[in-house]
């Protein structure tokens, strides 16, 4: 929801280098909130303490402004190192507005914020909805980009990006699956690789669209299919390299190694998910999942994966802290792993936002893997995020100052996809008159 402050008025550039000067704007927007005469500026770096308190640091700097002709406020300033800043109008001595502004260090620069999810199922796996609706409602709901993840299946995600590959739209729609292979319970998703996992060797992939390549690859090419038994080799063989501690289940464990493996050689992120989701027990022994934090065969950590209860996204966060406090790192995501995008209250409880210069399969695969991610965390009224510090308080920065706009623009847009998907004449004129706009917003407020 937009704040009363963002509704009243606008500032940009929201977001800019550290130590530059820059000029920003605030535009009053209506008649009530016009700017008349002269006011004070205050701008307040949130990181250096109570003004009151801390005078020598001098973390208050004035300026006197008037409108210019067309009504709205401009002044230059410095901002130090990569913080929050406030930015009070101040008229006779009273507070008018506070609005935010963000500073970012030089490797942040030209990466936009995309926010987006990893994981979920349409119909054709255990969903409710088709992939297309799935894909629109998303949109609709603040998402850049999304990965139909079905159960065992590769297909819905390539039904999902074909159904919109002739309209322009600002979302990017990503290859992936989730994959089962025989004899591993855990849950694994390729996220944006070229080719099926799943579809390597027979399965429901096969039983329920064949073994066309076209269906089972992004571009038509991938391996040949292989037997089950020629998979149960193939990890076996493999485990034998690996020197897997006793106590830990070697063929899960090879067989793990062996997907993310192939994922990768697809292009793709390899994800680890949801360890700590109760099926009737953690889905994953403890001392798996330790060793798999220790050995990192995955590229990310689904350390926010869907369910609403407490145990499952508070103990993720908990084992990825714990892992930060051992020295680990590795990348990680957040996802709804939904099976349903409408009267579900599950429906959007996590997500990822990537810090990426591009929303493409490959600029997003390329920024996680290099950590430039935040997972949030939607479950309670105000959300929550996972991850490094500085990602976390400009995430927030984020979800408090830029995505309430940036979702009244996506909203528009998923609405037409669902339009164009379900018949509407009219939708894909609408898709072209309104393309662009997400670029030009991004322009508005990100000064790179």
């Known amino acids: ?14 977001v800019f280098p550290c130590d530059t ?13 016009e700017f008349k005469g002269e006011y004070s500026l205050w701008v307040k770096a949130l990181t250096q303490g109570n003004i ?16 210019d002709e067309d009504g709205c406020l401009r002044f230059r300033h410095t901002y130090k190192d990569e913080q929050e800043h406030f930015v009070e109008v101040i008229k006779d001595g ?8 963000y500073s ?17 199922h349409t119909c054709r796996s255990d969903g409710r909805q088709a992939p297309a609706i799935v894909a629109a409602e998303y949109r609709k709901n603040g998402y850049d980009f999304l990965a139909i993840t079905d159960h065992d299946s590769y297909y819905p995600s390539l039904e999902a990006i074909n159904a919109f590959k002739n309209v322009p739209i600002e979302y990017t729609l990503v290859t992936g699956e989730e994959v089962h292979l025989e004899n591993n319970d855990i849950h694994i998703v390729n996220f944006g690789g070229k080719y099926s996992v799943n579809a390597l060797m027979p399965g429901d992939h096969h039983i329920d669209v064949g073994p066309g390549k076209e269906l089972r690859s992004l571009d038509g090419e991938c391996p040949e299919i292989i037997s089950v038994e020629e998979y149960k080799r193939q990890v076996n063989e493999l485990a034998e390299t690996l020197d897997i501690p006793e106590g830990i289940e070697k063929f899960v464990y090879a067989s793990c190694v062996w997907i993310f493996n192939h994922i990768r050689k697809a292009d793709g992120l390899g994800i680890f998910c949801h ?27 689904e350390v926010l994966g869907g369910e609403a209860y407490y145990q499952q996204n508070g103990f993720q966060a908990a084992r990825y802290y714990d892992d930060r406090a051992k020295g680990r790192r590795y990348p990680i995501v957040g996802s709804t792993d939904s099976h349903s995008c409408v009267h579900n209250d599950e429906a959007f409880v996590a997500s990822t936002i990537v810090f990426t210069a591009e929303n493409t399969r490959e600029g997003l695969i390329s920024a996680i893997r290099d950590m430039y991610s935040v997972a949030v965390d939607s479950i309670s009224k105000e959300h929550r995020l996972v991850g490094e510090t500085r990602f976390i308080r400009y995430g927030d920065f984020l979800l408090r100052e830029f995505f309430p706009l940036h979702d009244e623009l996506t909203f528009e847009e998923g609405r037409l996809m669902k339009d164009y998907v379900c018949g509407d004449e009219s939708a894909e004129a609408l898709l072209r008159a309104i393309s662009g706009r997400m670029k030009k917003q991004r322009e508005k407020y990100f000064k790179f």
Do not use: C
């Not at 009151?52 to 409108?67: F, G, Q, S």
């Open 104 to 120: 970012l260090s030089e490797d942040m620069v030209g990466r936009y914020p995309f926010r987006g999810d990893l994981h979920m």
């Open 275 to 301: 360890p700590y989701w109760i099926s009737n027990v953690f889905q994953v022994p403890e001392t798996l999942v330790e060793y798999m934090m220790e050995t990192q065969p995955f590229d990310a950590f």
């Open 21 to 33: 000067e820059i000029e920003v704007t605030i535009k009053p927007l209506g008649a009530h909130a």
């Open 1 to 14: 929801m937009v704040s009363s402050e963002l509704f009243n008025y606008d500032i940009f550039p929201k």
């Open 94 to 101: 009273k507070r008018v507005v506070r609005l935010s502004v």
């Open 52 to 67: 009151r308190d801390y005078k020598e640091r001098n973390n208050l700097v004035e300026y006197k402004v008037t409108p």
